[in-house]
């Protein structure tokens, strides 16, 4: 059974930083593509950032220089590390795997910008 948990949210003030996690199982992680995604209230829910199997990254704009996803092979494990962090980056933060028509997603972690 494909599992993904997300974990690490919480409220930060504008300015912090956070670090979420995405633990998976039940799937051999080093072959999967792995993302955060995010979906604020009344918005579609929208790519952060993206680390292929092998190693390549790519980022959007909107939290370009700010935001960082890394990946740990060997504790099957994706971070997303997220500073100066912004009141519209307010949203539930949710990791994916993919690999060709296989996508998996977690339940999702609520990250609150706010002071």
């Known amino acids: 059974q494909v599992q993904l948990v997300e974990s690490g949210g919480g409220l930060v003030q504008p300015g912090g930083s956070l670090r979420i996690s995405c633990a998976t199982s039940?799937?051999?992680?080093?072959?999967?593509?792995m993302g955060w995604y995010r979906q604020a209230p009344g918005k579609q829910r929208e790519l952060v950032a993206v680390?292929?199997?092998?190693?390549?990254?790519s980022v959007a704009d909107s939290v370009k220089g700010r935001f960082t996803i890394s990946r740990d092979n060997a504790k099957n494990t994706v971070y997303l590390q997220m500073n100066s962090l912004k009141p519209e980056d307010t949203a539930v933060y949710y990791c994916?795997?993919?690999?060709?028509?296989?996508?998996?997603w977690g339940l999702g972690t609520q990250v609150t910008v706010s002071s």
């Open positions: 994916n795997a993919g690999l060709a028509k296989a996508q998996f």
């Open positions: 039940g799937i051999i992680f080093n072959f999967y593509a």
């Open positions: 680390i292929t199997s092998g190693g390549g990254i």
